[in-house]
């Protein structure tokens, strides 16, 4: 069966190497169809045999927007000035995968394409987007550093600085300057919905990695 890992770049800002387990599957967007090869332990050899193309890496990038904008658009539910989806799952995931330039840049191009489809009922503004972008970035730094790694404690920890960070801190700040609100109100009216929609993304994220455990190799140690 052929498999493909995915390049670790220098820098760690981009895709670690990540091996198909089924090229057939819906994640073979990731793999050349003519390639047939075994797997070589000489990590520079791996590199030269499977390196991933950048066509590839937008290929996986515009998947993950295509589904943040099914969920975030189509499929939120709206509570005061909370927005509860799963919209979160593919922002992640895109950082997991791919590294952190290339997570916070499929999630602030999700949040200006998801502008033109339905804003929400509130005006397009450049902090919600940066925002947003942020959250991608923060997957990424959080699955790659001090080393890469994707464990359930790292899933963890990227939603509770996402929770604090950008759903409380961050997005109370720009709501309450729409709504003109004092932001000590809407940061209350907000912790609810922030606090069960994090369990939740704990829960799906968790489950989403079991399931592509069984899709992907994943580099050594990094899923221990």
Not at 31 to 48: F, H, I, W
Not at 64 to 83: E, H, Q, T
Not at 153 to 168: F, M, P, Q, W
Request: one cysteine or more; a positive charge.
């Amino acid at each position: 069966m052929a498999s493909l890992p995915l390049q670790h770049a220098s820098s760690r800002l981009f895709s670690d190497k990540i091996i198909l387990r089924n090229k057939a599957l819906p994640y073979a967007i990731l793999a050349p169809q003519d390639y047939v090869g075994k797997e070589d332990n000489s990590l520079d050899q791996t590199v030269q045999n499977y390196k991933i193309s950048y066509i590839q890496k937008l290929a996986l990038a515009g998947l993950l927007i295509a589904l943040n904008l099914v969920l975030s658009r189509f499929l939120a539910v709206y509570v005061g000035s909370s927005r509860f989806s799963l919209a979160l799952v593919p922002i992640h995931f895109g950082g997991y995968l791919l590294g952190p330039i290339w997570g916070l840049a499929l999630a602030g191009v999700s949040d200006l394409l998801g502008i033109f489809i339905n804003t929400g009922g509130l005006m397009p503004h450049v902090g919600i987007t940066l925002t947003f972008a942020l959250r991608g970035l923060l997957a990424g730094l959080v699955s790659t550093y001090p080393t890469r790694k994707l464990n359930m404690s790292r899933i963890s920890l990227t939603i509770a600085l996402d929770t604090l960070i950008c759903s409380l801190g961050l997005m109370s700040l720009w709501m309450s300057q729409l709504k003109h609100l004092p932001y000590q109100v809407v940061l209350l009216s907000r912790l609810p919905v922030a606090l069960i929609q994090a369990a939740v993304l704990v829960l799906a994220e968790g489950l989403l990695m079991r399931g592509l455990d069984k899709v992907i190799k994943w580099p050594d140690n990094m899923r221990d």
